[in-house]
Every structure is written in structure tokens, then in C-alpha cells.
């Protein structure tokens, strides 16, 4: 089982940055592909980037490439999202979620765990 406790989000003017953090319990957090999703109200999940557990490789939506940053510290089983030039399109929920396969995946029901989330608002 794994447990994920995202933090960070909050108001920000267009243009703005946040950083999310995710921490993780869990006892093989470095086997864990690990991944950002987003729901905006009326919308369905958006994939919005991943990392592999190694960290070598991320992938990321078209729409927030050049802007957001994903990263991972293995040694204290976290994930951050650095938001920059943030966007009134950006607002919404931000979900960590982990996937318990190495492998990238952009596909939300392929994670197994969630976060509770946490709201981003960005304003114009």
C-alpha cells in the first residue's frame, strides 16, 4: 500500500510559479513510476507529466511543456511539479499518483495510487 500526500498548491497570478510536493509511504518508493494529473471543474483527468524511478526520463503534455518541471528526491520518497508561467488554464486539481510498474504510462488508470489532491488557482 502506498500512501501520497501532495502539498504546495494555492492562488498565483497568471504568470506566476508554484511548486507541488508529493511525499510518498511507501517502502519501495524508488520502484514507483510516479505521475502529475489534473481535473478542472466540468473536465475529465489530464495526464500532465511523469517520471520514471530512476529519474532519467520525464514526459510531460504538450500543454504545459517549457513550463513545468518534474522531479524526484528517491532519499526522501518525493516528487515536486515546479509550475512556471502558470496560466488561468492551469487551474485545477493537481493529483500525484503512482504506478507500481517502471515503465511511463500517461494513462490514468494505469496508477494505482492517489493523492487527495490539491487545488492550483491561477488568475488572470
Known amino acids: 500500500q502506498v500512501l501520497l500526500v501532495e502539498s504546495g498548491g494555492g492562488l498565483v497570478q497568471a504568470g506566476g510559479s508554484l511548486r507541488l510536493s508529493c511525499v510518498a509511504f511507501?517502502?519501495?518508493?524508488?520502484?514507483?513510476?510516479m505521475g502529475w494529473f489534473r481535473q478542472a471543474p466540468g473536465k475529465e483527468r489530464e495526464f500532465v507529466t511523469a517520471?520514471?524511478?530512476?529519474?532519467?526520463?520525464?514526459y510531460y503534455a504538450d500543454s504545459v511543456k517549457g513550463r513545468f518541471t518534474i522531479s524526484r528526491d528517491n532519499a526522501k520518497n518525493t516528487v515536486y511539479l515546479q509550475m512556471n508561467s502558470l496560466k488561468p488554464e492551469d487551474t485545477a486539481v493537481y493529483y500525484c499518483?503512482?504506478?507500481?510498474?517502471?515503465?511511463?504510462?500517461?494513462?490514468?488508470?494505469?496508477?494505482?495510487?492517489w493523492g487527495q489532491g490539491t487545488q492550483v488557482t491561477v488568475s488572470s
Open positions: 499518483a503512482a504506478r507500481s510498474l517502471r515503465a511511463y504510462s500517461d494513462d490514468a488508470r494505469e496508477y494505482n495510487y
Open positions: 511507501a517502502h519501495t518508493f524508488s520502484s514507483y513510476t
Open positions: 517520471i520514471v524511478w530512476s529519474g532519467d526520463s520525464t
